[in-house]
């Protein structure tokens, strides 16, 4: 697994070429919609960290939150190792994109 100094080193190297993608248009389409700057951000910590088909995955729990709980508390191991790879994307975006 990839340390988070690494992921966010990663991040800042290709933010000059991010460009939306699944978890930058669900952030922006979302009842708590972020800043361009902030949904932006949380793309770009998406492509160092998660697969496009985790991405458009993940874009789903914008719109339906009680979606990741389900696959929290899921059994299935495909289910855990996507929330593994999902709760480091989202340990990083909140460490990056916070300041």
Not at 23 to 40: K, N, P, Q, W, Y
Not at 48 to 73: H, I, K, N, Y
Request: glycine fraction near 6%; include cysteine.
């Amino acid at each position: 697994m990839l340390k988070p100094a690494v992921i966010v080193a990663a991040v800042v190297l290709t933010a000059p070429l991010a460009v939306a993608g699944p978890i930058d248009s669900a952030c922006h389409g979302s009842e708590r919609s972020g800043s361009a700057r902030l949904c932006g951000c949380i793309q770009q910590v998406a492509d160092a960290t998660l697969s496009r088909a985790d991405q458009r995955r993940a874009a789903g729990f914008f719109r339906d939150a009680e979606r990741a709980q389900e696959v929290r508390m899921s059994k299935r191991d495909a289910d855990n190792a996507f929330w593994a790879r999902y709760k480091t994307f989202a340990t990083t975006a909140q460490a990056y994109c916070s300041r």
